[in-house]
Every structure is written in C-alpha cells, then in structure tokens.
C-alpha cells in the first residue's frame, strides 16, 4: 500500500504520530478512497487546506494551514474540529453542518472570528470556502476548507481607514477643544482598536494634546499596533497646528508619506544578488501616490522583482496599490509560472473582486543558478541593464495593455542574463518624467546617467540616481536596482 502521508512533508512525523485506529476514522488501511484522494489533493496543495472528515469533522491538514491555528498545532491533528474550533464553533459549525447535509459550497470573505489560538482570544479574519467530498456512491464523506488568512489586510485596512477620516476631521479644526471633540468621535467608531480612549490636552504643553488608550485583549501587542497609535499621536499634534495653512500641508504629507511607506515592506536579499530599493515622494503636493515595489523569493527560490504604479494620487490609490502588491505577491507565490502567466492571472483576479482601477507594472524572476531574468512589462516603464562593461541596454519588449482594463490581451515574457556584475534598473515614470520634458528625454537622461556606474553597488546607485533624478518632482519615485554581485 502506498503511504498516503508521503507528501505531508514536515507534518509527516506528526501524521505517523496519531493513533488513528482509535479514533472515529480507523485504521488508515480502512480509509475510503475517496478520503485518500481527497487527502493526497490537499497534501500537494500550496494554499492552506484542511480535511474535515465524517460526522465529527476530524481534521487532516497541510503545512501552509499550520501557521493559521498556532498553537492548536499538532493536537489538532486527528481531533475533531468541534472540540479544536470550540471558541468558534457557532460561527463555523452551522456551515460545516451546511455542507456535510447537502447544502452546496459556501464561500466566506474576511469573516471575523474571536479564535484562541496563541493563549488568548485573538481578533482574526479569513477567506475561505467549505465544500463537500463525496464517495463513489455519491454520498458526502467529507468537507474540505480552501483558506486564507486576511488578518493583516483587514485590520491594516481599518486603521488605514480611520486615519484618512481622523485627518480629514482634523483638516478645519480652530481650537485644541474642537480638537478634542471631533479626534473621540473618529475614534470612538473603531473600539476593536481602541478601547478606553480619551484625549488629554493641555495648552502649556508644547505638543498640546496626547491619546491615552487601552490595548485590545484581542489584537497582538505588536510594532504593528504601536506604530498605529503613534500615527494617531501624530495626527493629534499636527491637528492643534491645522489654523496656518502652510502647516496642514506639512502635516499632511507628512503623514501620507507615513502611510504609504508602511505598505511597503524590505526586499529580500538572496546570495549572490543585492537587491536596493528606494521609495520618495513628490516634492509638491500631499496626497498619497501609488507607486509601489515589491521583491521576495519564490518557493522554487527565484526572486520575484515587482515595480508598479497605480493611476492616481491619492488615498484610494494607495489602497488599491495595497490590493494589487498583495495580490501580485500571493499568486506570484501560489502559481509556478512565467511572469506574463501571472501577470494575466493578477488581471483575472482585479476583475473578479472588482478592483477597479488601471496599473502598470513590470515582474521579473531571476533564477539565481544561473542568473537569466524573464520578465513581462504590463504597460510599465522599461528596466535598463547596466552591463559589467559600463554600457546600458534599454529592456524594450512589445508595448502590452495596462492591468485593470478588462480587455482580452496576450501577455508575454521575455529574458536576459545576467552577467557578474551586471545590474537592472526598475522605476515608476516619476523619476524621469518632468512638466517641461518628455519622456522620451527623460529616459534618454537616465541612459546616460548609468553609463559607466558599473563600479556602483546596488545601494550606491539607488543613492546616486535619487541626488540625479530626485529634486522638483511632480510625482512619487520608486526604484529598485538588483546587482549580480562579482565573482
């Protein structure tokens, strides 16, 4: 008999582990073909799954799906889900039960669930879908659970949310009492946050106004939340100095530019690459833009490069940047395919959960054996390639339709190597777009500002075509710049 939990990876030693002939399932070599079918599916799947099989819902998961119920690893492992999801079960039973009846599939979106999973009852939130698994005879054995976690996203959303709307009640405020009035009940609106709040203010002090606050029992104390408190903070102090014009504006890009560097998270760094990103802001104006960058290994270990822009310059164009970077990284991660593949399934997915909006991005894989780099350009500023020799080679490729469109449209993919030393240049049009110029001059500009900056880091550059490029912008600027290092 072949071994059913040989693709159980490192849950292996822990599938071997239960005794499973005593248990409502028996013994494995009595297993129904249909669970060991439905079992070996959900052991090869890279999206987080679980199996909840017969009338007690015994759970068989997969590795991805371990991280989501922390601590209730490995016992949950065998055990049924009514005495494993005991603090939710009101919430999740009734659709198990559902489905376990013949009810059809469900599908559930950001659903909130108060789950005990690392000691204490934590706010979660997750996306995911119960279907049925039947026998040869048609009868429904089983329930399988397609999930993914959304916490981050939905609370990330809810505090990014509030502070639009604490900024945007703060904008006309003329007194530190107005202040006051209008910040509590913004606040107020989000107790999940912000249990407890007050608001101190004292004019003698020279900020003026302080936030006091209990934390959450049910979020993670973590720099996440501090950070959120401390931007509220912020928006306090600025909020009292809102009577002179010239301040709100200052107070204002300030914390647009907080915000939107908060979505953006560090590259990864793999061997023999150096990877350097810089993200900076319009000089004029002080609405949030859309211009993002993303790198981070792949499972096969390629490093996926991204660098997109989203139309617009404001708070919904961050948001939807903040959609499609997320989307672009979990299907990048989840679908073994060429970088045109993706890109296509990312307009399959904007058009689905109704992000509307139009972006352009490129995404590149470099494989780091044997360093080629494939990419496909969505409408996207060219990359430039800065060979080890000081000359620079425009990555031109096809001019493709944006992201967002709703037109049919084939992508493409297109590759090149890179040899030690070597580098590429990704950018959004800020850095070489200008009111009195093209962009034809611009990149023109750019070309030779690379010639012969060979000898430059990653870093080095990245720091080189800011001073260049970065004075007197009209829009934001991203780059990213990966280095094959020297042998």
């Given at each position: ?12 030693a822990e599938y071997l582990g239960v005794d499973w002939a005593a248990g ?455 780059l990213t710049v990966i280095r094959h290092r020297p042998e």
């Amino acid at each position: 008999m072949i071994d059913p939990f040989d693709a159980a990876g490192p849950l292996r030693a822990e599938y071997l582990g239960v005794d499973w002939a005593a248990g409502p399932l028996g013994p494995v070599s009595t297993w129904s073909p249909a669970l060991l079918g439905a079992l070996d599916l959900m052991l090869h799947s890279r999206s987080a799954a679980t199996l909840l099989w017969g009338p007690e819902f015994v759970m068989l998961y997969n590795a991805a799906y371990v991280d989501m119920i922390g601590d209730k690893h490995p016992a949950a492992l065998g055990a049924s889900a009514r005495q494993v999801f005991a603090e939710v079960w009101a919430d999740i039973g009734p659709m198990l039960e559902s489905v376990r009846a013949g009810g059809g599939a469900t599908w559930t979106e950001d659903m909130r669930l108060l789950m005990s999973r690392h000691g204490y009852l934590e706010e979660t939130y997750f996306t995911f879908s119960y279907s049925s698994v039947r026998g040869s005879g048609g009868a429904i054995e089983g329930v399988i659970d397609i999930a993914s976690e959304t916490t981050d996203q939905v609370i990330a959303r809810r505090r990014l949310e509030l502070l639009v709307r604490l900024n945007d009640r703060l904008t006309d405020v003329t007194s530190t009492q107005q202040l006051v009035e209008q910040a509590l009940e913004v606040l107020r609106s989000d107790p999940a946050d912000l249990p407890g709040v007050r608001i101190v203010a004292d004019a003698a002090q020279t900020d003026g106004v302080g936030l006091l606050t209990e934390l959450s029992p049910n979020l993670r104390d973590d720099e996440a939340y501090r950070g959120f408190l401390r931007l509220i903070g912020t928006a306090l102090v600025h909020g009292r100095n809102r009577v002179a014009e010239r301040r709100l504006a200052t107070s204002e890009r300030e914390l647009a530019e907080a915000l939107q560097r908060s979505l953006l998270g560090r590259p990864a760094q793999p061997e023999h690459l150096e990877v350097a990103v810089r993200y900076r802001p319009a000089a004029v104006g002080a609405e949030v833009g859309g211009d993002w960058y993303d790198a981070f290994q792949l499972p096969g270990g390629d490093l996926a490069v991204a660098v997109g822009d989203v139309t617009g310059h404001d708070r919904e164009a961050a948001a939807a940047m903040s959609q499609i970077r997320n989307l672009l990284r979990g299907i990048a991660y989840a679908l073994p395919a060429p970088p045109d593949q993706v890109l296509s399934a990312l307009d399959d997915a904007m058009a689905g959960l109704a992000v509307d909006t139009l972006a352009t991005v490129v995404l590149a894989y470099v494989n780091l054996a044997t360093h080629r780099m494939v990419w496909s350009n969505a409408g996207h500023m060219p990359p430039l390639l800065l060979t080890p020799r000081g000359e620079v080679r425009l990555l031109q490729a096809r001019s493709e339709m944006l992201l967002g469109s709703r037109l049919p449209v084939q992508r493409s993919s297109h590759h090149a190597d890179l040899d030690p030393g070597a580098m590429v240049v990704f950018y959004t049009d800020g850095l070489i777009e200008r009111r009195d110029q093209g962009l034809d001059i611009g990149l023109e500009r750019l070309r030779d500002t690379l010639k012969g900056r060979q000898h430059l880091t990653a870093d080095q550059l990245c720091d080189h075509l800011s001073e260049e490029f970065g004075d007197n912008t009209e829009d934001d600027i991203v780059l990213t710049v990966i280095r094959h290092r020297p042998e």
